[in-house]
Structure formats: C-alpha cells, structure tokens
C-alpha cells in the first residue's frame, strides 16, 4: 500500500489498535442492546463535529464544552431516549452518564464523552445506566459488534467499516460505527458516530480532518429534510500504529485524510441505504458549477426533490424534473448549456431532449435498480 491508498477491511469500531468496546442492554429499550461503550486504552486526542440544530440534546452540551481540550479516552452511548428538551435535569443526567464511565475506569471524567439517541423530551432512565454501565465496562472487548448494534434506533442493523493505509511505514487503521435512519438531511444526519485510529494526529490537525470528511460525507447526504437534536461525530486517535505524528499538512495528513474520507463516505452511504423508507440509494453529481456551492445547491436541490424521488421510484426518467429542480437550486445556470446523465445514458444535451425513446428506456432500466447516478453536467455558471 502505498501513501494515501486507502484499503478496506473487515472490522469496525476497534479495529485500530488499542480501543475495545462493548454493548449490552441495560433497561431502556424493553429488550435489545441499549447502551455501547468505546474506550482507548491509552490517551488519545479527539475531535468532534455536532448538529447545527439550535435545539441540542444535553450530550452534545456536554460533548461541546469537553472536546475543547482536543483530549479524549472513551464515549457511552444510550439508545432508546435522546436525553433532548429535558432541562436541567437531562444536563446532570448525561453528565453523571460521564462520571460512571470515569469512575469504573478509574480516568478523569473530562476524557468521557456520552451521546444518546431516541425520543426527545423523556427524561433518561437513570437507574437502567447506572446498572448498565458496570457491565458494559466489564464486557468491553476487540469485538465491536455489540457496541454497533447497541447504539441502534430504527436502523434495520449495525453499520460499521473499517480501512487502511501506510504512513511512515507503518500500517494504519481508522474504523468506525454509525447509526441513522430518520431525520437525514445535509450537517449531518440524526447520526451517532464514532470512529478510532491508531494514527498520530495533533487535535488541531485531527479536527480540520475530520470537518474536511463530515462536510464530503455526512453533509452531503439526505432522505427526509430533517434534522436532529443529537448528531454528532466523534473521533479518537491514539497513535498506537506507531506511526509518526502528524502535525501539519504533507503526505502523511494526506494519507490519513484519504482513509477518513474514505471511511466516512462509505459510513454516510450506508445511513442513506437504511434510511427510513428508501427503497433506493441515489447520488447526485454536479459537473461544471463556477463554485462548490452552486454545485451543492444544484445537488441538493434535485436530491429533496419530491417530484425528482417520485419520478426515480417509478422508474420514470423524466429529466424535465432534474433540469427544474436545478433551476430553481439558486445555483448559477445557464440552460441551453445543461446536460442530465441518468445512469449510462444521456437524456439531455444543451437543456433539450437528446436520443430518442430508446435512450429514455436505457435510463428507465437503471432506474429499476437499487443504486442510481444522476449527473448534471454542462455550464452552471
């Protein structure tokens, strides 16, 4: 492998060497796993990215204020109860959640992060964690599984990666766990994710890392146009790769980006897939915009599209709907220089029908399938 080729690899959230993990049910959810564990057994730094919802959940509160220290050993998360809207009391909750952790692990209570995901506005059952918590510390292990499904809601199951690269000779491994399946749409998406390497990155450098990844994956995702109260993204880098570290900009932070973006896309990917009712997943390339924006705006505009959703659901390839959703975007666009690509075929050249019927069957047919391209092409500017 060489410098920034990234290799996938079987494994998940404690892949990389020195995390463990854990999951087990504790009492919030009736009967499956509920509360997950993710601990570095040595120092790590840390990042994190969080919802833009002016509403935020008492965890992400709490996430915020520590990750300031760019510090970070372990994250519990509950499923079942979003410990959202609750107050002060859901603030001492997701904070005494933190203590647990720290106290059963004898580390300072500042290197403990907590996220929780479920209904909003139910005050968390403390009792439950407070027996969860032991043997969630007890049980932790190189299998991360457990902690992936435990940290499920409506996904239909545990969504997990993990991929590799050289750097300095050393092999690398960044893994990682999600979850999401409503609330999915652009600054991330009703996701609790947590991701681990054994890379060596200075927490400066490690948070503009991972904003770079969060913005080329999930920032660029949708299903329902709503957004979350709890979405956060957590990443811990403990450097026991051996590997050196990385401080600034140069072939090593490049290598290292190439597999965090690498993981996060195919994480985010996953997210739409599951999403709560998508029977297709469906990426949307803007070729030609003046801007990055524009090019986003275009893309984000056609993904929402609900006449766009039907039209694909259907399998009918009316490219009209593409090129008025691109319209109406806000972005930069010149019409009679527009092209639309559904799939293999070309449907459009210069905003006008190109081919015949049997190039709209040709797009039909794609369109039958599980995964969809579209690709709007030409001058946006």
Known sequence: MGGGV??????????????????VHCGIKPQKKDL??????????????????????????????RIRSGQG???LLSSGNANACTGEQGLRDAKEMAHLVAQHLQISEELVYVCSTGPIGVPLPMEAIRRGVPEAVR??????????????TTDSGPKAGAVQVTIGRQVVTVGGMTKGAGMIHPQMATTLTVLTTDAAVAPAVLQAALRRAADQSFN???????????????????????APQIDGPGEALDAFQAALDSL????????????????KLIEVTVEGAETDDDAQRAAFAVANSLLVKTAIHGAGA??????????????????????VRIGPAVVAERGTLAGGPERLEQAGEHLTGQDVQVTNAGDLS
């Open 73 to 75: 050993r372990a994250v």
């Open 36 to 65: 997950a564990l993710v601990v570095s057994r040595v120092p790590a730094a840390a990042a994190g990215v969080f919802t833009t919802n002016k509403v935020k959940a008492a965890p992400v509160l709490v996430n915020m204020e």
């Open 6 to 23: 990234t290799r996938l690899i079987q494994g998940g959230v404690t892949s990389a060497q020195g995390f463990v993990a854990s999951g």
């Open 264 to 279: 996060t896309v195919r994480l985010a990917k996953a997210l739409v897939r599951d999403g709560e009712g998508a029977t």
């Open 220 to 242: 660029r995702i949708t299903v329902d146009g709503d957004r979350s109260t709890n979405d956060t993204i957590l990443v811990f880098a403990n450097g026991e790769a051996g």
């Open 318 to 339: 009316n490219w009209g709907r593409i090129m008025a959703a691109v319209g109406y975007s806000g972005a930069g666009v010149q019409p009679d220089r527009v092209a």
């Open 139 to 152: 049980l932790l292990g190189h299998d991360g599984i457990a902690a992936a499904e435990a940290i499920l």
